[in-house]
């Protein structure tokens, strides 16, 4: 199974933006549906936002619907995460994954360690 690598996160005050970066620690993943999950503590994982092989179709969940955006550049491999207007409540550690739909979580590789946000003033 591909392992992805997550970077970009960090701590940031309310309103802030960050731009979280995934990349595949293999092979590409150009031909696969793709998503972000978040765990914030004590909770599950959860499907947060996906983006099908071409990029040309994506879904958030209606927690982050109109502030986050995802993206991906098939040529460079890598697959991105903007977040704008940042709460407190996207406190959480954030993961990328190859996913079998667009929009329903069902992860399909490995998870990598995630890169922890924290929204804070």
């Known amino acids: 199974q591909v392992q992805f690598v997550e970077s970009g996160g960090g701590l940031v005050q309310p309103g802030g933006s960050l731009r979280l970066s995934c990349a595949p620690s293999t092979r590409t993943f150009t031909t696969n549906n793709m998503g972000w999950f978040r765990q914030a503590p004590g909770k599950e994982r959860s499907f947060i936002a996906g983006?099908?092989?071409?990029?040309?179709?994506?879904w958030y969940d209606d927690s982050v619907i109109g502030r986050f955006t995802i993206s991906r550049d098939n040529a460079n491999n890598n697959m991105y995460l903007q977040m704008n207007n940042l709460k407190p409540d996207d406190t959480a550690v954030y993961y990328c994954?190859?996913?079998?739909?667009?929009?329903?979580?069902?992860?399909?590789?490995?998870w990598g360690q995630g890169t922890q946000v924290t929204v804070s003033s």
């Open positions: 994954n190859s996913n079998e739909y667009i929009n329903h979580g069902a992860p399909i590789g490995s």
């Open positions: 983006i099908n092989w071409s990029g040309s179709s994506t």
